[in-house]
């Protein structure tokens, strides 16, 4: 554990004097990365220089998420934002024509091995089912129950390239219009985000098919993330070590627009 500590001191640059709050005794210690407001891990998230097998050693220490029982479930998932880009996306009603056959979930960027998957071969894989509230600013809440691909076995499948630091989740759906022009949804998490053992590529709710409204064929869940940060109509996920190239750089559509990237729980 010294020396992780000693390499994440390094990486962030800091000398033995400016770092002295992050000098912990043992592993335990390690439990307020889990907590979001933690003023040590905002730091860690604005120096925004973790490399990938820094961010992976983290990755055991993270809580998890609330699960919760059948019985919590009151109601569907309330559809919010995009509901229906058959609407003015032509190439997404193509897809749904055609029985979802064409599409495909790409794994780009920073990665070893690009990959491609259908959604054939996503359910063919190992699943993982979780009951977990969904928190929208918006101010409602709503418990559903998600199954899907672990992300993390996506991303290994890919071999990250050591310089990765973000996840991009890019989307069908288009927003504006009107005055302003129609940007893409996407949204963008660390690595500690994507591979945490909650995270997943979720084709099925409430043990159906992933509704056109809540995202079909695929949406993201990270599930320690407020709801901006669910992407749905995900068709890429990309691998980066800058989020500056992408919408306004703020890592994402909300984020461009004001919102907290980091939109911890
Ligand atoms: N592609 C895309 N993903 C999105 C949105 C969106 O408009 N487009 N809205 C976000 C917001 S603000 C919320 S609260 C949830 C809503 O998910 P739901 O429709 O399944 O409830 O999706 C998030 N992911
Ligand atoms: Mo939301």
């Avoid at 495909?104 to 979780?130: D, F, H």
Wanted: aromatic share 10%; charged share 20%.
């Amino acid at each position: 554990m010294s020396r992780l500590i000693l390499n994440r001191r390094r990486l962030l640059g800091l000398g033995a004097a400016s770092g002295a709050s992050l000098i912990l005794s043992g592993c335990d210690q390690f439990d307020f990365l889990g907590q979001r407001n933690d003023p040590v891990r905002d730091f860690l998230e604005r120096a925004n220089s973790l490399t990938y097998a820094a961010q992976r050693a983290l990755v055991g220490q993270q809580a998890m998420a609330r699960e919760f029982s059948e019985s919590e479930i009151r109601q569907g998932q309330r559809p919010n934002g995009s509901t229906d880009p058959r609407q003015n996306v032509e190439l997404y009603r193509d897809l749904i024509a055609g029985n979802w056959q064409a599409y495909r979930l790409r794994i780009t960027g920073l990665v070893e091995t690009p990959k491609e998957y259908s959604l054939t071969e996503l359910a063919n894989m190992p699943s993982r089912t979780q009951i977990t509230r969904h928190d929208c600013v918006e101010g409602w809440s709503c418990i559903a129950k998600w199954t899907g691909v672990p992300l993390s076995r996506l991303l290994d499948e890919a071999k990250v390239k050591p310089a990765a630091k973000f996840v991009v989740y890019h989307c069908y759906d288009m927003m504006g219009g009107g005055l302003s022009a129609p940007e893409p949804y996407y949204t963008s998490s660390d690595l500690i985000d994507a591979f945490h053992p909650q995270t997943i590529a979720a084709y099925g709710l409430n043990n159906t098919p992933l509704p056109v409204e809540n995202g079909a064929p695929i949406r993201i869940r990270i599930e320690r993330a407020l709801g901006y940060k669910q992407p749905k109509y995900v068709h890429t996920i990309e691998l980066t070590d800058s989020l500056t190239p992408y919408g306004l750089g703020q890592g994402g559509y909300w984020e461009d627009h004001g919102y907290d990237w980091y939109g911890g729980i």
